[in-house]
């Protein structure tokens, strides 16, 4: 869909579709020749993704056409898991050759799934200044700004002036930086001065004098989303990040901003089915089978929990076989009014709009819409119910477990996340399985509990 | 996190929770002196959030503190369904003086959700060549960039010189745009040039000699996160949009990008329980209830179709108790296993991985992880529901059924999604729901049919 501006032709960035198509459904020397020519043409991130879609026989072929020097860029820019596929593959040489590429910020990134004997050989292999800085970053743990702050910025003291700025600009890649921070002799920060005010201004000008007054500086244990949201809300393209202390140790772009974002949101969607942000496509079997097994024995576990309610109900169920017909029907609309509540909780909370103060509120107003569809669905259920067996006493029995279910969804919806954050869980992870096994359990034990009592 | 160069203080963007929390505590008078403080402070869209975060009648009382200048943008910045909350409570007379302060990209946004009346009004009011935009963007769908695109940008003729572009920065605000765009007498875009390269340059050098050859242009009709990631990848913060002829139509930048990632990703969390990336925090309650029935209708359907499998097996149900005491895990662990493979596909597609080169390597490999999933549970639980039973028959029934349900679902996971796309169904919507609906009924049949081959 992106065309150069010289001649319009194929730029692969945003086809990454049409370019999986054609290089998938080549084979060997065809697929190999027509790799090479991407490789010219595209960028790094392309080629990121496009050997996260190739089974891992031919991706282990297609590596080997791409240059050394491109090779720790693209491999930076892949998931954690295809990274790992094609370092694993690789002699321990080779793999300190690429290690000794990296910048403390990739080393940062990969750090999270390598190996501990890897993260080891490559700080042994790192410059005094790269190390320190890697040390300085990995303080921060993976949900603070801190680990994702860019040290290359553009510092000058707050002495300074326009003449020092421009000399200084002179020298540099424009393009890197957006602004200029100014420090004190302790680094701590002091403000922030535009690029555009340095052409603009009197080359005696005090640097001091043009700090923007309302700049703002992120702190380097703020969440990745709220920061991501500052810069995403402010007027900048990049933000200072300082310590505790008010020492500049970096910046963050928009640019990184949104990567963070992608990736924030991308973890809960795969969250929600128990699987990482880091996942291969093409997992080895084994490997991607045992990643998935855990998430299917909580899952088990609870099913069994739901088994085990049915199982205190077996006399009714033996002499009115109907319960075990509309059995699912209770569970399942409990289950989906409940992650109905959970899911805008979920989202609420992740952006700072759910407190201790307006809970109370939230929840009268989902229990409001808990009881109005449960009241509506209750009655529909029990009349189909009731016509289905004909008989009225199953009828009555479903309304009631459906209006309690969704009753208890409503609540557990809403109080399943706060729970979980106050034990600093994640619910965006462990809310489903939990909720659902609070409406299969509460809504088998209404439904069969009160048969029970109708029928026996 | 944030706090101010100067005077180290509150600065509510990345802070929302907190500010959320201070406010959601106090009532009345107390609640409206401080909102008032922050209205001070904040920028619009800290306040877009907060506004949301409030009860209906607790938001209504807040917005009459907003001045009426700040209005639209806060508005704007706002989720449609909470906009909307606010609209209804005004009179036609200022809805309309609202409307007549939009911009045609603004005008866009809100369209989407606004009754047709309100936009046949807004349009009557409009200039001529906001409401000539306003048709040009309506032409593009919501899943196309053009109907994104900023139209203001810094655009000059292809035979202009250095010296005009210089003339012309010094016009305007310079954080505006990033790059110079040149266009032809038809305004057929011709290039990019860096707004860097003005201030570098002999103010008589044609400005067509500076084009940046590998600049990147959009087309209008990309979709909107295949144009998320071309920016995000390449190095520009902005990028030139352009229609089928060529036409230079605006441009897309690396801010509206990350906000549209942002949608894109909350569009398909919200969408797997069946909700709408609109939707508010506090919807009424009869509002927020209708909008959920819907889902929990087209639940109850496939859960009436997985009632209807049971009913099928009513003879051996009322002889084995136990079968319907072990019912749910069956299903369970379809389901949970269909869901795994679902979400790597959805994911997959989204980034434009999968196609049909290798879509059979990908069956492959969830079938592979289904099998030896399905093997290591099918043996496990057998084993469990035979002691539980004490009952070898029942435990080699629900084996064979858990391991035929994880190889189904290994199937429709992958099937599913495809199958959706060639119909332009968006999987991250239906197709969690289709899916259950396959590994609930294979899940059913399969267990209670081999059951009453057994028992019968």
Same mark, same amino acid.
């Given at each position: 869909m992106t065309q150069t501006a010289a001649e319009p032709e194929l730029q692969p960035q945003a086809e990454v579709g049409q370019v999986v198509q054609q290089l998938t459904l080549l084979e060997g020397e065809a697929q190999a020749e027509v790799f090479g020519e991407i490789l010219e043409e595209a960028e790094p991130g392309t080629i990121a993704l496009l050997l996260e879609s190739l089974p891992l026989d031919e991706r282990y072929e297609r590596w080997n056409q791409i240059a050394f020097a491109e090779r720790s860029a693209v491999l930076s820019l892949m998931r954690a898991e295809p990274r790992m596929s094609l370092l694993r593959q690789m002699s321990v040489e080779e793999v300190d050759l690429l290690l000794a590429q990296l910048s403390a910020e990739e080393m940062i990134e990969w750090?999270?799934?390598?190996?501990d004997s890897f993260i080891d050989r490559a700080l042994a292999q790192m410059g005094e200044r790269q190390r320190k800085r890697y040390e300085l970053y990995d303080?921060?743990?993976?949900?603070? *700004?801190g680990r994702y702050t860019e040290h290359q910025a553009l510092v000058l003291s707050n002495k300074s002036r326009v003449e020092q700025a421009q000399r200084f600009f002179r020298r540099i890649?424009?393009?890197?930086?957006?602004n200029l921070y100014l420090v004190d002799e302790d680094n701590h920060y002091q403000g922030t001065v535009s690029r555009y005010e340095i052409f603009r201004?009197?080359?005696?000008?005090?640097? *001091?004098?043009? *700090?923007?007054?309302d700049s703002r500086v992120l702190s380097a244990d703020s969440s990745l989303i709220e920061a991501a949201e500052a810069i995403e809300h402010s007027s900048d393209i990049e933000l200072p990040v300082v310590d505790e202390e008010g020492t500049l140790i970096g910046r963050l772009t928009l640019r990184t901003a949104t990567a963070l974002v992608r990736e924030h949101y991308e973890a809960r969607l795969m969250a929600s089915a128990g699987?990482?942000?880091?996942?291969?496509?093409?997992?080895p079997i084994v490997k991607g089978a045992r990643r998935r097994a855990i998430w299917l024995g909580i899952n088990l576990l609870t099913a069994f929990l739901a088994s085990a309610t049915i199982g205190l109900f077996e006399d009714v169920l033996a002499k009115v076989v109907a319960l075990a017909v509309l059995m699912p029907i209770v569970a399942s609309m409990g289950g989906i009014a409940g992650s109905q509540s959970l899911t805008l909780m979920i989202r609420g909370m992740a952006m700072g709009q759910i407190s201790i103060g307006n809970l109370f509120s939230l929840l009268k107003n989902e229990l409001g819409i808990g009881a109005l569809n449960g009241i509506l669905w209750a009655i529909l259920i029990g009349l189909v119910a009731g016509l289905w067996f004909d008989d009225n006493l199953i009828g009555m029995t479903i309304a009631v477990a459906i209006l309690v279910n969704m009753l208890v969804a409503a609540l557990a919806g809403v109080a399943v996340p706060m729970i979980l954050q106050k034990f600093n869980q994640d619910a965006a992870l462990s809310g489903s399985v939990i909720l659902t096994t609070v409406t299969d359990v509460v809504g088998f034990f209404t439904f069969l509990g009160l048969a029970t009592l109708l029928y026996l």
């Open positions: 750090s999270d799934y390598l190996p303080q921060y743990s993976e949900n603070e *700004i890649d424009l393009d890197c930086c957006e201004q009197d080359p005696q000008t005090q640097l *001091i004098s043009l *700090i923007e007054p699987m990482d942000e880091s996942d291969d496509l093409f997992a």
